[in-house]
């Protein structure tokens, strides 16, 4: 059973959407990876916020069994599996609340953190409640955090990362596209704020990707698989508004994790 939010939109965009990697079919994990420890940090996306069937552990942090991170463990069987992410984390928070598990003998490691760190919760309240100009101005502030901020923020939280697991393959996965453009929505924001929505995730995602590469972690672009399963697609992996539970909108649906995040991450490994 979901978890009703207090904060009304302070997960609303935990969101900031998307990238470019997004294989094919799943595939076997590495060899050796499911002997090794597996620590997974990170924000709402790698909690599984949205996702529900919420473990009682650490309730605020809305952690699902459901989210992609639990469901690589339960295929996987790594030797151990801690599960530190958290609802609302910032790199600052997993940096320091979440690295205690990690050491020498931990084989992989996941993230998802950065779209709290550039303002995204503030973006989506001001573009579903206002739209508009306001919502692009905001969009633009949130893309100059983007490049002013949160690379030193990543590296900062990278570095950290392989200086308690020297041994682990780290895997950075992105956020993806909230919308389909011209989709099946009949109302809402316009499409020119979907749009740019769209563009500041795939900003996101283009950073994400660079700090990432910058220490020689693996990138997950889930843009890809996520394509056609937008808000306003047929088919949505992701939450809309969610007015009975407003921290599962713009994250992902257990279809998001089971058939988009899971298979990506594995096919990786």
């Known amino acids: 059973m979901r978890k009703s939010r207090i904060a009304p939109w302070a997960a609303a965009l935990l969101l900031a959407a998307a990238c470019t990697l997004a294989g094919p079919a799943a595939t076997a994990a590495a060899p050796g990876l499911a002997a090794t420890g597996y620590v997974a940090l990170g924000d709402s996306y790698s909690a599984g916020v949205g996702a529900g069937s919420y473990l009682t552990a650490a309730p605020r942090c809305l952690r699902s069994s459901l989210s992609f991170p639990a ?78 901020a949160l690379p030193g923020d990543l590296d900062r939280l990278y570095s950290a990362i392989r200086g308690k697991a020297p041994a682990a393959r780290v895997v950075v996965l ?33 950073v994400l990707a660079a700090r990432a590469a910058a220490h020689g972690f693996t990138f997950v672009d889930v843009r890809r698989a996520f394509g056609g399963h937008e808000i306003c697609s047929s088919a949505p992996w992701l939450h809309s508004v969610d007015w009975l539970d407003l921290g599962a909108s713009y994250h992902p649906t257990a279809g998001g994790h089971s058939l988009g995040y899971l298979p990506l991450l594995t096919h990786a490994l």
Do not use: E
């Open 71 to 148: 469901l690589w463990a339960a295929a996987h069987s790594p030797s151990s599996f801690s599960f530190t992410a958290c609802d609302g984390a910032r790199t600052g928070d997993v940096l320091k609340d979440q690295l205690g598990p990690l050491g020498p003998r931990t084989g992989l490691v996941t993230i998802t953190a950065g779209g709290r760190d550039v303002g995204f919760t503030s973006v989506m309240a001001t573009c579903a409640l206002g739209g508009g100009g306001r919502c692009r101005s905001a969009v633009a502030k949130a893309r100059a955090a983007t490049d002013r």
């Open 174 to 206: 992105g956020y993806p596209r909230l919308y389909q453009l011209h989709g099946s929505c009949s109302g809402g924001l316009p499409d020119t704020d979907r749009a740019a929505l769209n563009a500041a995730a795939d900003h996101l995602d283009q």
